[in-house]
């Protein structure tokens, strides 16, 4: 099975340093010293597509750009990039997202993925009118995908529940095809909801060990139900030449870290509600020192930015190393990232992506190894009948 590699849209905008924002960061406005434009975006999605990454992971957020408007504009610039976007449920109807996933697949050639964010802070819940818990959020996400999976089989759904309800809801135009849906979250309720709904689980960038851990965890859920799920990781990555000089450009960005935005910026964090922000605060514990957590696994984009916090570095040999080293525990998808996004792509994509092609562990999606055979003609009239 060939590895499938992501990469990410800044819709919060772009530098040669870490900008900030990300999960329970405070709310401002889009930074950086590339603002995130269409065309800027539209640059990174093509690089992104040229180089052989299946789809771009695009935040949600208030301290970014909204994922389903941005990513509309840049799919018309593109052929091939999918679009993992992260969207929040509750914040519109059920059967509305199930009618924009299907919209969207039909204008974009069936390029959605949909990345599900239950929301890990109550703050940034009210500022958009949700005043539910976590806990709360939780069993509503479990409610929302199944209506919508529900109305992607072509069912007509009505749903009474504790926090959701709709009639006689059925769509006229079904997904073709259906979006894959992402989703993260290491609290126990976040796990079930994963076990019953989800095709590929996402977890933050932490040591193998608890990787596999968390692996195994929800592996076990979705057997209970009678379900197999993939897995994914989200990290940044430093990938250069030689490891010397993508240690370099670590201690580079971790010089631009200004002591009080560490400081500020981690005592939010603080406060964050969300279990993986827990566990990416720990791995580095707001210091400077020993942030190598493992080998080639570095802690330091945590300091300055929410989410996902850690980054692969060294040479483009030793990330493929920690790549494979992932996939053996069980990660077949990697959500990757890198200041600027538009150069990091090139660096990853033109030394670590041929490497695992050697190794067997990755094949160039646009590029085939044998001939693609011509497509059936399939009658209108037919068509529909899905």
């Keep these: 099975m060939s590895l499938t590699f992501h990469w990410f849209l800044p819709t919060n905008g772009d530098s040669r340093h870490v900008v900030g924002g990300g999960h329970g960061t405070p709310?401002?406005?889009?930074?950086?010293?590339?603002?995130?434009?269409?065309?800027?975006?539209?640059?990174?999605?093509r690089a992104a597509e040229d180089l052989g990454f299946v789809g771009a992971l695009t935040p949600t957020g208030a301290w970014c750009e909204d994922a389903w408007l941005t990513t509309a504009m840049v799919s018309q610039n593109?052929?091939?990039?999918?679009?993992?976007?992260?969207?929040?449920?509750?914040?519109?109807?059920?059967?509305?997202?199930?009618?924009?996933?299907?919209?969207?697949?039909?204008?974009?050639?069936?390029?959605?993925?949909?990345?599900?964010?239950?929301?890990?802070?109550?703050?940034?819940?009210r500022a958009y009118g949700d005043f539910l818990d976590k806990e709360g959020r939780y069993r509503r996400t479990d409610e929302f995908l199944e209506i919508v999976r529900g109305l992607w089989d072509g069912k007509t759904v009505d749903h009474a529940g504790e926090h959701l309800q709709v009639a006689d809801?059925?769509?006229?135009?079904?997904?073709?095809?259906?979006?894959?849906?992402?989703?993260?979250g290491s609290s126990p309720i976040a796990g079930e909801v994963a076990a019953r709904h989800v095709d590929v689980y996402l977890t933050w960038g932490e040591p193998p060990a608890q990787v596999a851990e968390k692996i195994a965890w929800v592996r076990g859920l979705a057997a209970k139900e009678g379900r197999k799920i993939r897995f994914g990781i989200r990290l940044h990555v430093i990938t250069r030449d030689t490891s010397e000089q993508a240690w370099a450009e670590a201690r580079r960005l971790l010089d631009g870290f200004d002591p009080e935005t560490v400081k500020s910026v981690q005592a939010g964090l603080g406060r964050s509600e969300s279990e993986g922000q827990k566990r990416m605060l720990a791995l580095h514990g707001g210091g400077r020192d020993g942030l190598e957590i493992h080998p080639n696994l570095w802690a330091g984009i945590g300091l300055v930015r929410g989410g996902a916090g850690t980054a692969?570095?060294?040479?483009?040999?030793?990330?493929?190393?920690?790549?494979?080293?992932?996939h053996?525990?069980?990660?077949?998808?990697?959500?990757?990232?890198g200041y600027p996004h538009l150069e990091e792509a090139y660096w990853f994509g033109e030394g670590v992506l041929p490497r695992l092609q050697q190794q067997g562990?990755?094949?160039?999606?646009?590029?085939?190894?044998?001939?693609?055979?011509?497509?059936?003609?399939?009658?209108?009239a037919a068509s529909g009948s899905r």
């Design 361 to 380: 562990l990755w094949t160039h999606p646009a590029r085939p190894t044998t001939a693609p055979q011509p497509a059936a003609q399939v009658p209108f």
């Design 78 to 125: 593109t052929e091939r990039l999918k679009f993992l976007v992260a969207f929040r449920p509750g914040f519109v109807s059920p059967t509305l997202a199930a009618q924009m996933a299907s919209t969207y697949q039909r204008q974009t050639n069936g390029r959605l993925l949909l990345n599900v964010v239950t929301g890990g802070e109550s703050h940034e819940q």
């Design 27 to 45: 709310v401002t406005a889009a930074g950086g010293d590339r603002p995130p434009s269409v065309g800027y975006l539209t640059q990174i999605a």
């Design 328 to 337: 053996r525990i069980g990660i077949d998808e990697f959500v990757l990232s």
């Design 169 to 184: 809801a059925s769509l006229a135009r079904l997904p073709d095809p259906v979006p894959e849906v992402y989703f993260g």
């Design 312 to 326: 692969l570095v060294g040479s483009h040999e030793e990330v493929a190393e920690r790549i494979a080293e992932y």
